[in-house]
């Protein structure tokens, strides 16, 4: 298996909190991708990273932003948590061939009340 | 609004059968088609991709693109309890359709 870790794996808390999740690879690959996973709405994109520094945004990145000082560290940050952000988000990275995601990690699931 | 379209099922087939998944896409100047699986509860995994019209077989998959048409497919053979899960169409720009289940019984 791809060596992917998000943290945390569950996390509960309440709306207007600022919420960080963490993304950790041993693969040293180029891309890495933040998605949501909403009933019916399938994977959306939030942000994505092409490189340390460099980072541009997806479908959905309103209320999110990211960071990415190192290679193995890809950060996606709530600045204030509402009860529409309540959801499954998945890290996936890719060798940078193309932009398609080739792995993705375990998720976080987010409730936010 | 660039869109992929899936059928979100479910799709129940016989064990044994040929499953077959379909996948509309609007943005005519796409170029790469991927096919995810996901088993309930766990993350998507990459099974196939297609950048050619055609068919492209790996195993018991195959994946079918016809551009001009803008559909892609995924075929799954002699199909197996296994093969239950749900499955995700890709298009290069990032951007997922919500997804097939499939259901095989045994």
């Known amino acids: 298996d791809a060596g992917i870790t998000q943290s945390p794996r569950h996390k509960v808390t309440e709306t207007g909190t600022p919420v960080t999740l963490r993304c950790h690879q041993t693969e040293n690959h180029r891309y890495m991708y933040w998605y949501r996973q909403d009933p019916g709405h399938g994977l959306r994109l939030i942000h994505y990273?092409?490189?340390?520094?460099?980072?541009d945004k997806g479908e959905v990145s309103d209320g999110y932003s990211v960071s990415r000082s190192k290679t193995e560290d890809f950060l996606l940050t709530l600045e204030s948590a509402t009860s529409s952000q309540t959801s499954v988000y998945f890290c996936?990275?890719?060798?940078?061939?193309?932009?398609?995601?080739?792995?993705f990690g375990d998720g976080t699931r987010l409730s936010i009340l | 609004q660039k869109e992929v379209e899936q059928n979100s099922g479910p799709l129940s087939v016989p064990e044994g059968a040929i499953a077959s998944l379909n996948c509309t896409y609007s943005?005519?100047?796409?170029?790469?088609f991927f096919w995810y699986r996901q088993y309930s509860g766990k993350s998507p995994e990459l099974i196939m991709s297609?950048?050619?019209?055609g068919d492209k077989e790996d195993g018991r998959f195959t994946a079918q693109l016809n551009k001009a048409s803008q559909y892609v497919s995924l075929l799954i053979r002699d199909s197996q309890p296994s093969d239950s899960a749900t499955y995700l169409c890709a298009v290069n720009d990032m951007r997922f359709g919500a997804g097939t289940r499939l259901t095989v019984k045994p």
């Open positions: 297609i950048y050619s019209n």
């Open positions: 943005d005519r100047g796409s170029q790469s």
């Open positions: 996936a990275i890719s060798e940078g061939t193309g932009h398609q995601p080739q792995h």
């Open positions: 990273s092409y490189g340390v520094k460099d980072t």
